[in-house]
């Protein structure tokens, strides 16, 4: 699918376009989604280079993600999108051409919608394809704050349940995915890093200063991110080691009861042992009152044995 989106005075025209038609003029952002072959050669029409594929866009060697050619500046960046409880990465690649930006995708993204809206209702100041390219990065970095507090939230419900909770199954499934959508998050915080870098040491004579202050915020912004990042890790490696020692704690209590049950049984056994051998001359065996004799012993002795436990604090 091929969408045009013709922005002025903070007025934004949407148009599809087939392959029959041509690029409209005043064209700010041209969108392919899920590109067809025949949607592919189209664009070929207006580019000097080949238009690249999905492999193209999911290489991640810096020289396919990062270059500059003909048809102007290419950065493949990674970008999050939730599903459900999951974050996972989806590459999207930018081509920011002079009179338009170009953007190549082969999943829905969250963010594009978002900044769709964004501009559908005018809150965005945009006159080029520059700063168009620029808000995309700007408001992913916002994102990636936004789901990073999610993850201290998450974490804190974690931290809770680790403690007050016997069943465990749980949290170690919260604590998995939380390290997962940890991972994504970061990995999303360092593909921008390198991608603004990029821009920052390349493209210097594309960018005015306001862009390049821009840039610089964005990049403050991601530093101060990753430490965050780093001690969800260690929060969640806290986590994980303080599930596994309360885990450990239940199970020894279980074995201690399984234990303690074997020694306080282990008089009464012996005793009822020793009544069952078959001998012959055995002299309790002729007594009245042998019987009653024997179960008291083994009740005794059973009692006995808890009541040392119990004085000795091991139950």
């Known amino acids: 699918m091929i969408t045009a989106?013709?922005?002025?005075?903070?007025?934004?025209?949407?148009?599809?376009?087939?392959?029959?038609?041509?690029?409209?003029?005043?064209?700010?952002?041209?969108?392919?989604?899920?590109?067809?072959?025949?949607?592919?050669?189209?664009?070929?029409?207006?580019?000097?280079?080949?238009?690249?594929?999905?492999?193209?866009?999911?290489?991640?060697?810096?020289?396919?993600?990062?270059?500059?050619?003909?048809?102007?500046?290419?950065?493949?960046?990674?970008?999050?999108?939730?599903?459900?409880?999951?974050?996972?990465?989806?590459?999207?690649?930018?081509?920011?051409?002079?009179?338009?930006?170009?953007?190549?995708?082969?999943e829905d993204v969250g963010l594009v919608r978002l900044l769709r809206n964004y501009l559908r209702l005018g809150?965005?100041?945009i006159s080029s394809p520059q700063e168009l390219f620029l808000e995309f990065f700007t408001i992913k970095v916002d994102y990636l704050s936004d789901l990073i507090e999610d993850v201290y939230t998450v974490l804190e419900d974690v931290g809770v349940q680790v403690f007050e909770n016997d069943e465990l199954d749980d949290v170690f499934k919260l604590i998995t995915l939380q390290e997962d959508s940890n991972g994504k998050i970061r990995l999303s915080l360092l593909d921008t890093q390198r991608s603004l870098r990029y821009l920052q040491r390349y493209c210097r004579g594309q960018m005015s200063d306001?862009?390049?202050?821009?840039?610089?915020?964005?990049?403050?912004?991601?530093?101060?991110?990753?430490?965050?990042?780093?001690?969800?890790?260690?929060?969640?490696?806290?986590?994980?080691?303080?599930?596994?020692?309360?885990?450990?704690?239940?199970q020894n209590k279980i074995i201690k009861i399984f234990s303690v049950a074997a020694v306080v049984f282990l008089p009464p056994t012996l005793i009822a042992s020793s009544y069952g051998m078959n001998f012959g001359k055995m002299p309790e065996l002729a007594w009245e009152y042998g019987y009653p004799m024997a179960i008291g012993m083994m009740l005794a002795s059973a009692v006995g044995t808890y009541l040392f436990f119990k004085r000795k604090q091991w139950l």
């Open 123 to 125: 809150r965005l100041e």
């Open 210 to 250: 306001e862009h390049l202050k821009d840039i610089r915020e964005m990049l403050s912004d991601i530093e101060s991110l990753m430490p965050h990042s780093q001690f969800i890790f260690d929060k969640l490696n806290f986590l994980l080691d303080a599930a596994m020692g309360f885990t450990g704690l239940q």
């Open 5 to 106: 989106y013709l922005y002025k005075n903070r007025r934004l025209t949407i148009k599809e376009i087939t392959v029959k038609d041509d690029i409209p003029e005043d064209t700010l952002w041209l969108d392919l989604y899920k590109p067809e072959d025949d949607e592919r050669d189209w664009l070929n029409q207006f580019s000097v280079e080949e238009v690249p594929d999905e492999e193209d866009i999911n290489d991640i060697e810096a020289s396919a993600r990062f270059y500059q050619n003909a048809d102007g500046l290419h950065i493949n960046s990674l970008f999050p999108q939730r599903v459900g409880q999951y974050i996972k990465g989806v590459n999207i690649s930018f081509n920011l051409r002079s009179t338009f930006l170009l953007t190549i995708r082969e």
